[in-house]
């Protein structure tokens, strides 16, 4: 089947069982802005809540992590948690279309948290209106997954390095396809940045565009660093200080993103 037959079955399959799932995406043109990260410990947070956990059943947990990279880096860091702390269940599409719309239709699913990679296979000639995302098979997988999304998160970084891939993801990418999106920033570094100038620029360039955000930002601590190593979530890590509020940052993210869901 060619890409658009897929995508037709895809929605004829939506539109026949209905939806029971909201799709989050976490997209962010930019490489290393912290997408994998936020995607696998929001999940791990929404996997927690209340709320959603009180809809847990035997079969699975409401809340399924994806990742479309091709590389599968999702799936990588969550075989390397213990099974009985991961709070959410994951899958990994490879960039194989129709596995999504697949888990948005199980009736025992809440929420999708889906991990993109950047996309570097954006046609530079693409003009103004039109969809900039390319011709590749990461590309298809990506618009698969835009088609569907409820919401985007946008990390963004105080270092300037990711603002303007920000601004092109949310201008050219989720604008025009009319997804609502919130930016988060992350990797504020609370020794480096005590008076917090630097995060108060990127705070300045995200309300000059008037673009929502995550209240406070997500806080650098090497306990992250780590994490895909050691195969560790946020709802894991130990009661020391700092990984409470590591673990308050994320826990922020998943409720303000359950209150704009
Ligand atoms: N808040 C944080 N504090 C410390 N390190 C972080 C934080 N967020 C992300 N990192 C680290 O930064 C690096 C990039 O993060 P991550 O892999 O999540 O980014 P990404 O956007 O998914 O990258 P890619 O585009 O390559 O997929 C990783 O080594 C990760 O451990
Ligand atoms: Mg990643």
């Given at each position: 089947?060619?890409?658009?037959?897929?995508?037709?079955?895809?929605?004829?399959?939506?539109?026949?069982?209905?939806?029971t799932?909201?799709?989050?995406?976490?997209?962010?043109?930019?490489?290393?802005?912290?997408?994998?990260?936020?995607?696998?410990?929001?999940?791990?947070?929404?996997?927690?809540?209340?709320?959603?956990?009180?809809?847990?059943?035997?079969?699975?947990?409401?809340?399924?992590?994806?990742?479309?990279?091709?590389?599968?880096?999702?799936e990588?860091?969550?075989?390397?948690?213990?099974?009985?702390?991961?709070?959410?269940?994951y899958?990994?599409?490879?960039?194989?279309?129709?596995?999504?719309?697949?888990?948005?239709?199980?009736?025992?699913?809440?929420?999708?948290?889906?991990?993109?990679?950047?996309f570097?296979?954006?046609?530079?000639?693409?003009?103004?209106?039109?969809?900039?995302?390319?011709?590749?098979?990461t590309?298809?997988?990506?618009?698969?997954?835009?088609?569907?999304a409820?919401?985007?998160?946008?990390?963004?970084?105080p270092?300037?390095?990711?603002?303007?891939?920000?601004?092109?993801?949310i201008?050219?990418?989720?604008?025009?396809?009319?997804?609502?999106?919130?930016?988060?920033?992350?990797?504020?570094?609370?020794?480096?940045?005590?008076?917090?100038?630097?995060?108060?620029?990127?705070?300045?360039?995200?309300?000059?565009?008037?673009?929502?955000?995550?209240?406070?930002?997500?806080?650098?601590?090497?306990?992250?660093?780590?994490?895909?190593?050691?195969?560790?979530?946020?709802?894991?890590?130990?009661?020391?200080?700092?990984?409470?509020?590591?673990?308050?940052?994320?826990?922020?993210?998943?409720?303000?993103?359950?209150?704009?869901?």
């Open positions: 089947m060619t890409p658009t037959m897929l995508r037709a079955a895809a929605t004829d399959m939506v539109a026949r069982n209905g939806r799932a909201k799709v989050v995406v976490v997209i962010q043109q930019k490489g290393g802005a912290g997408k994998s990260t936020i995607a696998v410990n929001v999940a791990a947070c929404a996997g927690r809540s209340a709320v959603l956990s009180n809809a847990d059943t035997a079969e699975g947990s409401p809340v399924v992590a994806a990742g479309i990279d091709v590389q599968g880096t999702l990588k860091w969550c075989a390397r948690v213990r099974e009985e702390a991961l709070p959410f269940d899958v990994v599409t490879r960039s194989k279309l129709g596995i999504l719309p697949q888990i948005m239709t199980d009736p025992e699913r809440r929420r999708v948290v889906v991990d993109t990679p950047g570097m296979d954006i046609d530079p000639d693409a003009k103004w209106g039109e969809d900039p995302l390319g011709n590749s098979r590309a298809d997988a990506l618009r698969e997954v835009l088609e569907y409820d919401l985007a998160l946008v990390p963004i970084t270092s300037k390095i990711t603002w303007d891939e920000a601004e092109f993801t201008e050219r990418v989720l604008k025009p396809r009319g997804i609502p999106f919130l930016v988060v920033i992350n990797m504020h570094d609370p020794g480096k940045d005590k008076s917090e100038k630097q995060l108060d620029k990127v705070k300045a360039f995200i309300d000059e565009r008037d673009y929502p955000r995550v209240a406070d930002p997500i806080r650098r601590y090497t306990i992250h660093e780590h994490a895909y190593e050691n195969g560790t979530l946020v709802t894991e890590y130990k009661m020391s200080g700092t990984a409470l509020n590591a673990r308050e940052d994320f826990m922020r993210v998943a409720l303000t993103m359950e209150q704009m869901l």
